[in-house]
T-cell receptor, first 114, second 113 residues
Framework: GAVVSQHPSWVICKSGTSVKIECRSLDFQATTMFWYRQFPKQSLMLMATSNEGSKATYEQGVEKDKFLINHASLTLSTLTVTSAHPEDSSFYIC??????????FGSGTRLTVV | GEDVEQSLFLSVREGDSSVINCTYTDSSSTYLYWYKQEPGAGLQLLTYIFSNMDMKQDQRLTVLLNKKDKHLSLRIADTQTGDSAIYFCAESYSGGGADGLTFGKGTHLIIQP
């Protein structure tokens, strides 16, 4: 149990376009979802926390207009990187929690902006 | 602020035990985790420990917690080539997911034949 599916696994996009990443909890209701970013050979940095039905809470330094997070249902959260630039290239990982279980991570999305 | 520190690399011979160390600064940490990340993949939860525990063992994995020194370690017995990965130490105040996790930079475990 406690499976989190993240899609796509990797994506290459042109500079200036937008990319949407999906994070789904397959067998539990995720009241809270988290989005992390990982630069090469670095740790994961929390970008934002989203609760179902409410606006996401962004960490300091993360542009909310750049990284749009939608958590419209208890099983789906999306992260949209708007007007992507090469410096947005990174590994993005989501995680989900039902509030009573430990946090489960998705498999990550490798974004390359060219 | 919160901080989690780990050594960047650890090299061990196949069959030996690996000990990966971690220190943290937030004394309110309630849950401490060890995650494994293989190249290009997401995080796999290996084990976790509550702050009121000193030790937890799960098959080849042993976690030791020294709360006084804010020191956490992960011991992998009989290290195999499949154990080669990056191991992240992480902490949170609320294990149920009310807040996110704070991660260390990860320790690259390198297995020598």
């Amino acid at each position: 149990g406690a499976v989190v599916s993240q899609h796509p696994s990797w994506v290459i996009c042109k500079s200036g376009t937008s990319v949407k990443i999906e994070c789904r909890s397959l067998d539990f209701q995720a009241t809270t979802m988290f989005w992390y970013r990982q630069f090469p050979k670095q740790s994961l940095m929390l970008m934002a926390t989203s609760n179902e039905g409410s606006k996401a809470t962004y960490e300091q330094g993360v542009e909310k207009d750049k990284f749009l997070i939608n958590h419209a249902s208890l099983t789906l959260s999306t992260l949209t990187v708007t007007s992507a630039h090469p410096e947005d290239s990174s590994f993005y990982i989501c995680s989900a929690s039902s509030g009573t279980r430990l946090i489960t991570f998705g498999s990550g999305t490798r974004l390359t902006v060219v | 602020g919160e901080d989690v520190e780990q050594s960047l690399f650890l090299s061990v011979r196949e069959g030996d035990s690996s000990v990966i160390n971690c220190t943290y600064t937030d004394s309110s940490s309630t849950y401490l985790y060890w995650y494994k990340q293989e190249p290009g993949a997401g995080l796999q939860l290996l084990t976790y420990i509550f702050s009121n525990m000193d030790m937890k063992q799960d098959q080849r994995l042993t976690v030791l917690l020294n709360k006084k020194d804010k020191h956490l370690s992960l011991r992998i017995a009989d290290t195999q080539t499949g154990d080669s990965a990056i191991y992240f130490c992480a902490e949170s105040y609320s294990g149920g997911g009310a807040d996110g996790l704070t991660f260390g930079k990860g320790t690259h475990l390198i297995i020598q034949p």
